[in-house]
């Protein structure tokens, strides 16, 4: 069974910068589209940012420009950069597949509030 683990979330004033990392088990970071999603209170998950495994990334209108996906294949490990962040930022933040293919993680809590 895959486990998924998020962090680096916290509170930020807007403008600042955070730091997620998701790691896991498995060989999944080797072999599928690695995706950073987040949801709000009443709202769906909604994709964020994602790349493959060759490096190939995408992000939603949204983030692009402030936000930076990465991955450490090696390591099992996907992180995302946001920068420039805003207060519409704010929600918890989720890794998985793209599609998502295994069980949710806790997710981390990123709020952006001055």
């Known amino acids: 069974q895959v486990q998924l683990v998020e962090s680096g979330g916290g509170l930020v004033q807007p403008g600042g910068s955070l730091r997620l990392s998701c790691g896991g088990s498995?060989?999944?970071?080797?072999?599928?589209?690695m995706g950073w999603y987040r949801q709000t209170p009443g709202k769906e998950r909604e994709l964020v940012a994602d790349?493959?495994?060759?490096?190939?990334?995408y992000y939603a209108d949204s983030v692009k420009g402030r936000f930076t996906i990465s991955r450490d294949n090696a390591e099992n490990t996907v992180y995302l950069q946001m920068n420039s962040l805003k207060p519409e930022d704010t929600a918890v933040y989720y890794c998985?597949?793209?599609?998502?293919?295994?069980?949710w993680g806790q997710g981390t809590q990123v709020t952006v509030s001055s």
């Open positions: 998985n597949t793209v599609p998502p293919r295994v069980s």
């Open positions: 498995g060989s999944i970071f080797k072999i599928y589209i």
């Open positions: 790349i493959t495994s060759g490096g190939t990334t």
